[in-house]
């Protein structure tokens, strides 16, 4: 046997082998879609992201997944098809999923009731619902406006209210200053409802409270006689108060840091024990109905160990990179997006060897079925020119077509596949010639106790799940080699 006719056989099983695998790809993808493996197998993802391979808390991370789904930012990714045909097919995909699931004893990680989800979850979309989910927005919220009460009741309104009841009982005048204070004390009210209001932030909202003390001392330069003693010791104690409060940058960064809640602060609301916690507690007794709200939905949604220990790691990322302009509840959104995606390669990759898998066990189920023995149309084709040419130009024409991107090609490639199998007749199915020239061939086979038949379905089986991309770039190999001249790769 001469080269040119070992590579047209090459070539040969080499196309059929491309055939067979887009006809199991097309398998693998249709029982994808009924069964729905990229849904069940991404929100099981999502559980071993949250529950940290931990598997005494797999169902308090099946319970907090369950609660994710629910949040409008992935719920509304799960879109149910529209008109009679979609939706008779999509119930009878979820009717499919449900007889798969009891025969198999699965779970059914959609949730009760459920028989679907989303295949694809942004990152943004599950930060949202986490961050929704632990309340630390609102959380931020509460905390920095009592923060910022605080600070001006006991930093600014307190202090000037004290020095001012010295002026007072000094000259015998009790309502010396009375309106500018009032001013004041009104002022700093509106500063801390534009805050909490969100017009302003943090960083904008201490800086306006510097300057309404500031406005108060011109205000009492001007009400106060020059010169007086009093008027001295006043504005000097005034001015002592503003001092304290931020005078150059690094105090106000300083002070800024006390203001603000940091992300560890804020997770640290899930243990009891904690000062956040007990700083809640103490706003909610005291009336502020936001905090107990807070602590009310916070007792409903608690969040596993592992994934507090991995968002406690985010959270001293954040306190690095953060700085005082920025909103760490905004920077820990982004490292959660990060966090998410990473995980997400990891089952990514987890996916893919699972689909491997199943790929082979099609392969193997293609070959039977079809009865593609690789030794059996290995022979055909070095003892049937008439079908080894067939073949060659077949993929001689598939190959010359080409632009060389099988994606942008599947079209074309599928319409010369349908073509071929209409008018090649591949050795192959349990038709009686096939069987009989199979059965002779079993006769001179030289391996006892394993069927020649056998063997080449499961070479085939194998090949068939290398995939419809690797046999066309093969495919292309091959003919570049056969044909003198081509250009080679």
Do not use: C
């Amino acid at each position: 046997m001469n080269f040119p006719i070992v590579l047209d056989i090459a070539l040969g099983l080499v196309f059929i082998f491309f055939v067979l695998s887009l006809l199991a790809s097309e398998a693998q993808e249709i029982i994808g879609t009924l069964l729905q493996w990229r849904a069940e197998h991404l929100k099981q993802s999502i559980e071993v992201l949250l529950a940290g391979n931990d598997r005494d808390r797999e169902a308090s991370a099946q319970a907090l997944a369950d609660a994710l789904y629910e949040s409008p930012w992935i719920r509304g990714l799960n879109q149910e098809a529209k008109g009679s045909i979609a939706r008779s097919f999509r119930r009878i995909s979820h009717f499919i999923g449900r007889v798969y699931r009891t025969l198999t004893g699965q779970r059914n990680v959609f949730g009760v009731g459920k028989t679907s989800g989303p295949s694809y979850i942004p990152p943004e979309a599950f930060a949202n619902s986490l961050l929704e989910r632990m309340q630390l927005g609102n959380l931020w919220q509460v905390l920095a406006r009592d923060r910022i009460h605080g600070f001006a009741r006991d930093r600014v309104l307190g202090p000037v209210t004290n020095i001012l009841s010295d002026l007072k009982a000094s000259t015998g005048n009790e309502f010396l200053l009375n309106a500018e204070l009032q001013q004041l004390e009104q002022g700093v009210r509106t500063i801390i409802d534009d805050f909490q209001a969100g017009i302003v932030s943090l960083p904008e909202s201490l800086d306006r409270v510097i300057n309404r003390l500031e406005e108060f001392g011109l205000m009492a330069e001007d009400v106060l006689p020059d010169g007086h003693p009093l008027t001295e010791t006043f504005l000097r104690r005034l001015e002592y108060i503003k001092r304290g409060l931020a005078s150059n940058p690094t105090e106000r960064a300083a002070m800024l840091s006390k203001l603000r809640p940091n992300v560890a602060q804020l997770l640290d609301i899930f243990d009891e024990n904690s000062p956040a916690y007990s700083e809640l507690s103490r706003l909610a007794q005291n009336g502020n109905l936001d905090a107990q709200a807070l602590i009310d939905r916070l007792a409903q949604a608690p969040i596993t160990p592992a994934l507090r220990s991995s968002l406690a790691a985010i959270a001293r990322k954040v306190e690095v990179a953060a700085d005082t302009t920025r909103d760490d509840v905004k920077l820990f959104g982004l490292e959660l997006e990060k966090w998410f995606d990473r995980g997400m390669e990891r089952a990514t990759g987890v996916y893919k060897r699972n689909a491997k898998a199943v790929a082979l066990l099609i392969g193997i189920a293609t070959a039977v079925s079809i009865n593609a023995d690789s030794f059996h149309i290995a022979t055909r084709l070095a003892v049937d020119p008439i079908l080894r040419n067939s073949i060659t130009q077949t993929a001689d024409q598939l190959v010359a077509e080409s632009t060389g991107d099988f994606s942008q090609d599947i079209e074309q490639v599928q319409t010369a596949v349908n073509q071929a199998l209409d008018e090649i007749p591949f050795p192959l199915g349990y038709n009686e010639v096939v069987v009989q020239q199979q059965l002779a061939a079993e006769q001179s086979w030289p391996v006892p106790f394993v069927p020649r038949r056998l063997l080449g379905w499961l070479v085939s089986g194998f090949a068939i799940s290398m995939g419809s991309t690797f046999w066309f770039n093969v495919l292309k190999k091959v003919v570049n080699v056969r044909n003198t001249g081509g250009k080679g790769e």
